[in-house]
Nanobody, 115 residues
């Protein structure tokens, strides 16, 4: 059973930066894909960014150029560095991990972007 724990959310002003971290436990093997999704009130959960164990990354158009995803395969951790944040980036951000054909989710961390 993979257990994901996120940290790093909070309140930031527009134009500011935040760093979200996620650590996976309960597994000794390398996770295939780790990523971040977000869900704003009244909206569907959407992909923000994902990274494979082989180093490939995928970003939502809204995240390109502002967010950077990185992971440590040996530690099964993933970081989302967010900059130039906008009010529309406000959401609950969820860490995800794809392993052995099953997707796992963290509990979510709130990101608020407001003056």
């Amino acid at each position: 059973q993979v257990h994901l724990v996120e940290s790093g959310g909070g309140l930031v002003q527009p134009g500011g930066s935040l760093r979200l971290s996620c650590a996976a436990s309960g597994i000794i093997f390398e996770i295939d894909v780790m990523g971040w999704y977000r869900q704003a009130p009244g909206k569907q959960r959407e992909l923000v960014a994902a990274a494979t164990s082989g180093g490939n990354t995928n970003y939502a158009d809204s995240a390109k150029g502002r967010f950077t995803i990185s992971r440590d395969n040996a530690k099964n951790t993933v970081v989302l560095q967010m900059s130039s944040l906008k009010p529309e980036d406000a959401a609950v951000y969820y860490c995800s991990a794809l392993f052995a054909g099953r997707n796992y989710w963290g509990q979510g961390t709130q990101v608020t972007v407001a003056s």
